[in-house]
């Protein structure tokens, strides 16, 4: 008959508190092997290299100059897109990459990076 680790550690008179910290121990361990196994971050800078999909997406950012009060912010590509409003024919042009930069009334805007 086979007993699993826990009974076998259970049959070796362990304490409880010397099992907790075996168990916390192990889950550390392996919240670790998981955290260096991720994929590394990608950083895009040209809007020709990104997806189409993750260019109006809160991944991309843009930066954004308004012309009446002369400040300069950063928003992301959901924003962005709400202020492209009913300007179809530039938000077609973003998606294949032709134009990184719009701009509006009161502001113009710029794609600066998109990291996912």
Known sequence: MK???AEEKL????????????????EFTNNVKKMKDKT???????IKDLPRGKIFS???VFRCY???TKCESFINGIQA????????NIREQMLN???SAFATDDA?????????
Do not use: H, P, R, W
Request: aromatic letters at 10%; hydrophobic letters at 35%.
């Open 66 to 68: 308004c012309k009446k």
């Open 108 to 116: 113009y805007i710029k794609f600066e990076k998109a990291v996912f």
């Open 40 to 46: 590394s971050v990608q950083t895009y800078t040209n």
């Open 58 to 60: 809160k991944d991309a």
């Open 3 to 5: 007993y699993s680790e």
């Open 97 to 99: 990459g032709e134009v």
């Open 81 to 88: 897109e709400a202020l492209i409003g009913l300007q179809d």
């Open 11 to 26: 049959l070796n008179n362990l304490s409880l508190d010397e099992l907790i910290k075996m168990k916390i121990e192990n």
